[in-house]
């Protein structure tokens, strides 16, 4: 007769697990409620977020003498472009408490050399978003939408037209949608935030031994092409933002390879102090951190 396990028994294997999701429950919770207070935050000043962001066509447009008007093509875009304005900003305003309950949650899983070694990251991650966003931002959007305008025709009266003197001259203006207009900055500010995120991603999966700074040295080739193929997939087809990308893109890559080989350095000189590594090893240790790639 099979003997029935003591209720006390299951309790004591399952009480970890139910903490933990009850944990990751509570951390979620509270991550969603920053998020949607921050959203409705942004919903109520939508109108100034919206006119921030129209700052570099406005500008561009102004170098041309033009005024700078967006339309509406549908009764509901008003409300959609605010949605969205609010769905980016309510990310971007909640992202600190976003990470910080990621943060609490997984700390207690880390031991003490793990959490030195994943809080910079952690940092280091917003900052590099944000400074990818702000270069989208200020300097390739405006790049891009001047040369975006550069493609309109303005007629002049009098011109003689398909041979009729004095028929209508033609002007081929924008007259952009605001949803549009929003959907194309959005996708430079992301793409070039993601795009920011190269160095972290490299120098974290160097610190674990995933990557190694003579693999990426001699992956370079294979790199430029994928950059090549990722500035053509999230970039508008135009050769100014594609190489403006590639450029940015490929200078972080070369960063990361910088980064890896010191966090390699340190790696070897945390080794020799604690007498696991001597001279002649070196070189061993380095030909296994390329094994590891």
Same mark, same amino acid.
């Given at each position: 007769?099979? +003997?029935?396990?003591?209720?006390?028994?299951?309790?004591?294997?399952?009480?970890?697990?139910?903490?933990?999701?009850?944990?990751?429950?509570? +951390?979620?919770i509270?991550?969603?409620?920053?998020?949607?207070?921050?959203?409705?935050?942004?919903?109520?000043?939508?109108?100034?977020?919206?006119?921030?962001?129209?700052?570099?066509?406005?500008s561009? $447009?102004a170098? +041309?003498?033009?005024?700078?008007?967006?339309?509406?093509?549908?009764?509901?875009?008003?409300?959609?472009?605010?949605?969205?304005?609010?769905?980016?900003?309510?990310?971007?305003?909640?992202?600190?408490?976003?990470?910080?309950?990621?943060w609490?949650?997984?700390?207690?899983?880390?031991?003490?050399?793990?959490?030195?070694?994943?809080?910079?990251?952690?940092?280091?991650?917003?900052?590099?978003?944000?400074l990818?966003?702000?270069?989208?931002?200020?300097?390739?959007?405006?790049?891009?939408?001047?040369?975006?305008?550069?493609?309109?025709?303005?007629?002049?009266?009098?011109?003689?037209?398909?041979?009729?003197?004095?028929?209508?001259p033609?002007?081929?203006?924008?007259?952009?949608?605001?949803?549009?207009?929003?959907?194309?900055?959005?996708?430079?500010?992301?793409?070039?935030?993601?795009?920011?995120?190269?160095?972290?991603?490299?120098?974290?999966?160097?610190?674990?031994?995933?990557?190694?700074?003579?693999?990426?040295?001699?992956?370079?080739?294979?790199?430029?092409?994928?950059?090549?193929?990722?500035?053509? $997939?999230?970039?508008?087809p135009?050769?100014?933002?594609?190489?403006?990308?590639?450029?940015?893109?490929?200078?972080?890559?070369?960063?990361?390879?910088?980064?890896?080989?010191?966090? #390699?350095?340190?790696?070897r #000189?945390?080794?020799? +102090?604690?007498?696991?590594?001597?001279? #002649?090893?070196?070189?061993?240790?380095?030909?296994?951190?390329?094994?590891?790639?």
């Open positions: 007769m099979t +003997r029935p396990t003591p209720q006390n028994d299951i309790d004591d294997k399952s009480a970890p697990l139910i903490e933990h999701l009850a944990e990751l429950r509570s +951390r979620l509270k991550a969603v409620l920053a998020f949607v207070v921050a959203m409705v935050a942004c919903f109520t000043i939508a109108t100034p977020i919206f006119n921030f962001l129209t700052a570099p066509l406005c561009a $447009l170098d +041309r003498g033009q005024d700078c008007d967006l339309i509406f093509i549908s009764p509901q875009e008003g409300f959609f472009v605010a949605i969205k304005v609010s769905l980016l900003g309510g990310f971007m305003l909640a992202f600190p408490v976003i990470a910080g309950q990621l609490r949650f997984v700390a207690p899983g880390l031991y003490r050399s793990e959490k030195n070694a994943f809080l910079p990251f952690l940092i280091a991650s917003p900052f590099m978003f944000f990818g966003a702000s270069f989208a931002f200020y300097v390739v959007t405006p790049l891009a939408y001047n040369f975006f305008l550069g493609f309109q025709q303005f007629g002049s009266a009098g011109e003689a037209v398909d041979g009729v003197q004095g028929a209508a033609l002007s081929v203006v924008f007259q952009g949608s605001a949803q549009e207009y929003l959907n194309l900055t959005i996708k430079f500010i992301v793409a070039f935030g993601m795009c920011f995120q190269l160095p972290v991603l490299l120098t974290l999966m160097g610190k674990a031994g995933l990557v190694s700074a003579e693999g990426l040295k001699a992956g370079r080739k294979w790199a430029i092409v994928g950059i090549l193929t990722l500035a053509a $997939l999230v970039t508008p135009d050769v100014i933002t594609q190489v403006i990308l590639f450029v940015v893109v490929y200078g972080l890559y070369e960063i990361s390879i910088f980064l890896v080989a010191a966090v #390699e350095k340190k790696r #000189e945390e080794l020799r +102090r604690e007498g696991l590594l001597d001279d #002649e090893d070196d070189e061993v240790f380095a030909d296994e951190l390329e094994g590891e790639k």
